[in-house]
């Protein structure tokens, strides 16, 4: 099975822009979740999303938005960028089950400048 | 509000040498407890879960852990690591309330020297 994929890979932005960034999951998994991963702040959970509607939300501004389309890929946005959002934005699916265990993409690196 | 605490930032070992590093989490209801690495240069990578049954659970590349419900504990182990092992390493929960978020720790990065 072909693993998460996240597009683009690496991604250069100016301050005040918007980005978007989309992750395709594991085939059968319907849940995705984003977070983002800073070497100050650490891994954050940013939103998780399910049949095409959020569920879980972290505590972000909401400049940063996501959706998920009727095939499970999922895309987030970021709007009027700042510099503080360079980061690696790694996104994660599941199948929602028991264990809720999340399997992990090579991530989106950001950077703003 | 769930977090989870790891009590290394860093650690540096020689090949053969033990390994252990813990794992500690703020969690009032019931609990999954994950083990992930990111080797250099890679994704995230799950290295083993506990949701129920016996605490002691065993993952990839010889990495166990146990957990200790009475401690909040969630400790990996492995018995002698290898340079390969060179990597970062994230003990995450999952809770009832929310079970699509991880909260993950601040991150282990251990070093293996030759």
């Known amino acids: 099975k072909a693993g998460v994929t996240q597009t683009p890979r690496y991604l250069i932005k100016t301050r005040g822009q918007q980005v978007t960034l989309s992750c395709s999951p594991i085939s059968g998994h319907r849940s995705v979740s984003w977070y983002q991963q800073t070497p100050g702040q650490g891994l954050q959970f940013l939103f998780e999303?399910?049949?095409?509607?959020?569920?879980n939300k972290g505590n972000f501004p909401g400049r940063f938005s996501g959706r998920q389309f009727s095939n499970s890929r999922s895309e987030m946005n970021v709007s009027t960028l700042e510099l503080g959002d360079s980061a690696l934005y790694l996104c994660?699916?599941?199948?929602?089950?028991?264990?809720?265990?999340?399997?992990f993409g090579p991530g989106t690196r950001l950077t703003v400048t | 509000a769930q977090s989870v605490s790891q009590h290394n930032h860093h650690v540096i070992l020689s090949e053969a040498a033990s390994l252990e590093l813990g794992c500690n989490y703020s969690y009032g209801g019931t609990v999954n407890l994950f083990w992930y690495v990111q080797y250099p240069g890679q994704h995230l990578q799950l290295l083993l879960k506990?949701?129920?049954?016996?605490?002691l659970v065993k993952g990839i590349k010889g990495f166990e852990a146990e957990f200790i419900k009475s401690k909040f504990s969630f400790n990996l182990r492995k018995p002698s690591v290898q340079w390969s092992d060179t990597a970062e390493y994230f003990c995450?929960?999952?809770?009832?309330?929310?079970?699509?978020?991880?909260?993950f720790g601040a991150g282990t990065q251990v070093v293996v020297t030759p």
């Open positions: 506990y949701f129920s049954g016996d605490p």
């Open positions: 994660a699916s599941s199948l929602r089950d028991r264990s809720y265990e999340q399997y």
């Open positions: 995450a929960v999952n809770g009832r309330d929310s079970w699509g978020k991880l909260q």
């Open positions: 999303y399910f049949s095409e509607t959020q569920r």
